[in-house]
């Protein structure tokens, strides 16, 4: 019980310090800039994207917890619960380039109207108790997610280099806010979603119908707020075809690697991601801690990660590049303590040793989403920017459905007097060697970013 509070306390007391230091940002940009149009035509930009992006990430936090609690109230058992939560990550990885060739071909703003309608549609469809429904909707879900890490990224992006013309080291401050202030609402998200689940009458239900609003809500915003943007070349020779010839060309180049292997770190990072959601809670059963005070640490983690990340960027300590770097490095060791961990039998201090690490991997997810937005825009052409971070996301999606199955047969075909560390071992061993990979190809990136850019200009955010 007092490593599960003190832990809080002091992670919150962390963020809370760094973020009153952050909060001279501005006067920093305008040292170094002396433009107060252009501050301020930057902050606007960023209000506008935050808005609505963080609208659109709270009401997908307010669901998470309870998919899982609402299909098991349908009476659904754990092998159609796996096969819906698997036909998510399919869909997207079926549609995830075509997603990305209509953002950068009819316009990104269309696309981010296209996310929340449908998302709203799909909570909608949570309130029938038919597989087939519910699989339609977690079809469509895939959708709207491949669209939610595409399309809105590359409309940001346009307007703050192409339209706006602002310095791209800028970007720093608004993708590490997106992150510190995502994990805040994920916090937020589990209070509204557990008082809801428990007061509306609707039980697990209730998430659902609220989150419905919000999407709307994030349409009309957008609608009214954003304006459209496309890619450079949306002529009418601007084909599916084309997109995808000309983004696998770049990715795979071989003249230059830089994008090969920031693709490289999504799929592998990004894939350990979601292997350790399923597989960390069992890990920590003997501990009997709250499962919402672990979680509300491990956002507090990340939005210490993301702080951390703004810190260094502002006192310009390191490069983005290398900041990516170390965040595979840190993620990597973590893992690597809790595979060792987890092989042996686990006593309470190893147990608690191994949420320390935890802890730790959640602080190089802060990290890691800020870097990664950053040097994605600074390499991916700007005409087809949502296509190729889509393809980025094929291999991504299918890894992780291999590893999620992996996860879950394992599971299954495990005797039952095993310990919950030795049931889910191959599950960190797994998530291991997916962070040595990302964890090499992050110093490839280095080198062959250095090369191309010849050193990053980290500017003050």
Not at 85 to 106: E, I, P
Request: aromatic share 14%; charged share 10%.
């Amino acid at each position: 019980m007092f490593l599960e509070y003190s832990t809080i306390v002091a992670l919150a007391t962390a963020t809370f310090i760094l973020f009153l230091k952050n909060r001279n940002n501005d006067k920093k940009i305008q040292e170094h800039w002396n433009d107060i149009e252009k501050i301020a035509v930057f902050k606007k930009l960023q209000q506008k994207y935050l808005f609505v992006y963080l609208l659109a990430t709270f009401s997908d936090w307010l669901q998470g917890p309870y998919v899982y609690r609402l299909y098991h109230e349908y009476n659904f058992d754990d092998s159609v619960i796996s096969k819906l939560f698997l036909a998510g990550f399919l869909s997207s990885s079926l549609f995830g380039s075509v997603v990305g060739h209509l953002a950068d071909r009819y316009g990104r703003k269309k696309l981010c109207i296209l996310f929340c309608l449908l998302y709203a549609f799909c909570c909608f469809t949570k309130a029938f108790r038919s597989i087939w429904i519910l699989l339609l909707s977690r079809f469509l879900s895939g959708i709207a997610t491949s669209i939610l890490f595409s399309a809105f990224n590359a409309w940001y992006i346009h307007e703050h280099i192409q339209h706006l013309q602002l310095p791209p080291e800028w970007m720093n401050d608004t993708f590490a806010k997106a992150t510190f202030y995502n994990g805040l609402l994920a916090v937020v998200a589990g209070f509204v979603s557990s008082i809801a689940a428990d007061l509306c009458g609707w039980g697990p239900l209730a998430p659902f119908m609220i989150a419905i609003p919000i999407l709307l809500t994030a349409c009309m915003v957008t609608s009214v707020c954003w304006e459209e943007n496309c890619g450079l070349d949306s002529t009418k020779s601007f084909t599916f075809r084309h997109t995808t010839c000309k983004s696998i060309h770049l990715i795979f180049s071989p003249k230059e690697k830089t994008l090969l292997h920031l693709g490289i770190i999504q799929m592998f990072y990004e894939s350990a991601v979601y292997t350790f959601v399923i597989a960390w809670s069992p890990i920590l059963l003997p501990l009997n801690f709250s499962l919402g005070l672990v979680f509300a640490a491990f956002m507090l983690s990340i939005m210490l990660g993301s702080i951390i990340y703004s810190s260094i960027m502002s006192s310009e300590l390191t490069s983005p590049e290398n900041m990516l770097s170390l965040a595979m490095k840190m993620a990597t060791v973590s893992m690597t303590v809790v595979a060792i961990l987890t092989a042996l039998d686990t006593s309470q201090i190893m147990t608690q040793i191994c949420y320390v690490a935890f802890l730790v991997f959640e602080v190089s997810v802060g990290m890691y989403y800020p870097a990664w937005g950053y040097l994605a825009g600074r390499t991916v052409p700007e005409d087809i920017r949502a296509s190729v971070v889509s393809w980025f996301r094929l291999p991504m999606n299918i890894l992780t459905c291999i590893c999620l199955q992996w996860t879950w047969l394992n599971k299954n075909n495990t005797k039952s007097n095993l310990t919950a560390a030795s049931m889910y071992h191959s599950s960190f061993v797994m998530c291991v060697g997916l962070l040595l990979i990302a964890c090499w190809s992050s110093q490839r990136f280095v080198t062959h970013y250095l090369q191309k850019y010849g050193g990053s200009s980290n500017g003050v955010v």
